[in-house]
């Protein structure tokens, strides 16, 4: 009977630290990654709304890079984890993997960044991306290494354009006397003083209620955020000049980047290209459709620039290729210039 008691106890035990050590396995079976080590974790955080191309291309990544079993993704939109101007130390501090900053946010620690501010510089959209595409773009991402980031790959904004309240503006002589709001200063302060006008930097937060209350003229941005932000209400005309650009790059962390094995890093990249041709594309069909309800509105008179007054305001801006074409590098200007 002692002996039966003891053969019973026995096999409920067993019974026990079988069904613990199933339960326990099953729970590292989800954090394994496909060869069965460890998933990487990574985080990506950004400013803007899910909804946007950035948005929508970080999940893109985050839904490529978990197929592949090897990365395990969270992504923060619309600075859920940090704001615009704490994500670079984040990511600097490897606190985050991924960033996708606008361009300008860069130039405090890269010069050059301010490239896409150089005023009719990308002679089209698809200019730009082959430039970004190319070898001077590439290594542009790079100049970043010794700040302990890695550019992986540009996630186009689109291209920007001039709106203002006062009249049609055709011909440089027609900024004179005008105020345009702007961005932080540098290259763009120096693009309205070449065309005799007046800049002031604003919050983008707050530029609707300058335009409105003619704190400012006037304003330059891409044809969505004209649309989403409704300055068609209070600005009677548009320009569509090409003249800038309001793109971002996507960057991860050097130590981060260096753990990685080099196949890992192939599967990444993989991941990163793929997302950034979604990305661009629906920025481009973005940008198509709010510029056709521009269109359709009918309350702004719209002038497209033909090449012979490009070429004016090409002529009209060389002070400012004159005072920052050593800041940025003649190179990288010439190889922008020579994309078509």
Do not use: C
């Not at 396995?25 to 990654?33: D, F, P, Q, Y």
């Not at 509105?297 to 090449?307: A, H, P, R, V």
């Amino acid at each position: 009977m002692r002996q039966l008691a003891k053969t019973v106890m026995f096999f409920l035990l067993a019974l026990v630290l079988a069904a613990a050590a199933a339960g326990g396995g099953g729970k590292k079976e989800e954090n394994k990654a496909a060869g069965g080590g460890k998933k990487i974790n990574v985080k990506f955080s950004h400013v803007v709304a899910d909804q946007t191309p950035k948005g929508q291309a970080a999940l893109k990544l985050k839904e490529l890079l978990e197929k592949s079993g090897q990365f395990e993704v969270q992504v923060y939109p619309s600075s859920q984890l940090y704001g615009d101007k704490e994500e670079l130390e984040a990511l600097r501090a490897n606190n985050v993997q991924l960033i996708a900053p606008s361009v300008t946010k860069l130039v405090g620690f890269v010069p050059a960044f301010q490239l896409v501010d150089m005023p009719f510089l990308f002679k089209s959209d698809q200019a730009a991306y082959n430039f970004y595409d190319g070898p001077k773009g590439q290594e542009l991402m790079n100049t970043l290494k010794p700040h302990g980031m890695l550019g992986l790959g540009w996630w186009p904004n689109g291209s920007k354009h001039f709106t203002n309240s006062k009249r049609p503006l055709k011909t440089p002589a027609d900024f004179k006397g005008l105020k345009f709001r702007t961005q932080s200063g540098g290259v763009l302060d120096e693009q309205f003083k070449a065309l005799g006008a007046g800049s002031q930097t604003i919050a983008f937060g707050e530029v609707y209620q300058a335009l409105n209350s003619k704190a400012v003229d006037g304003q330059e941005n891409t044809f969505n955020n004209i649309d989403t932000q409704k300055y068609e209400e209070v600005q009677k005309y548009m320009t569509v000049s090409g003249h800038g650009r309001l793109d971002y790059v996507l960057i991860t962390n050097t130590k981060f980047w260096d753990s990685l094995t080099p196949d890992q890093q192939k599967i990444f990249m993989d991941a990163v290209k793929e997302a950034s041709l979604y990305e661009r594309k629906l920025a481009d069909d973005l940008n198509a459709k709010s510029f056709e309800k521009l269109k359709a509105s009918g309350k702004m008179e719209i002038y497209t620039l033909t090449d012979a007054d490009r070429e004016a305001f090409v002529k009209a801006m060389q002070p400012v290729y004159d005072k920052y074409a050593n800041v940025i590098g003649k190179d990288y200007i010439e190889a922008a210039r020579n994309s078509k």
